[in-house]
């Protein structure tokens, strides 16, 4: 039988792949076994569109939640980044992930 602490939870989603694996590839680099999930495969989406998942084992998910939130840049820096994609994204995109920027943000508070 499977020890709880390794059973496999979702840490956090992500409008992008991304931001998802940079939070993954951080949570490596601390010694926490982290995968996203939710990638393009073959041209669709292997789960819902704009869910891309910070996957970590149960175990980890307190210490991954520290560091998940000393990680998560401060407002301005999320808007700069979020601007700066504008041009790659167009304009619908752009507004539908800085509106769930700033729900992520509120949510933190």
């Known amino acids: 039988m499977p020890n709880d602490d390794d059973t496999v939870v979702t840490l956090a989603f ?10 993954a590839d951080e949570l ?8 996203a999930a939710g990638f393009l495969t073959a041209g669709f989406r292997a789960e819902a ?5 910070v996957l ?3 175990s980890d998910l307190e210490r991954a939640k ?3 939130d000393q990680y998560i ?3 301005e820096e999320i808007e700069q980044v979020v601007a700066m994609a504008a041009s790659t994204l167009g304009l619908p995109s752009t507004v539908a992930i800085y509106s769930w920027v700033l729900e992520q943000i509120e949510k933190s508070k």
């Open 66 to 68: 520290q560091l998940m």
């Open 49 to 53: 569109p704009g869910k891309v998942k």
């Open 28 to 35: 490596k680099r601390e010694g926490i076994q982290a995968e």
């Open 14 to 23: 992500f409008p992008s792949e991304i931001e998802a694996s940079l939070l």
């Open 73 to 75: 840049a401060s407002r």
């Open 56 to 58: 970590v084992h149960a």
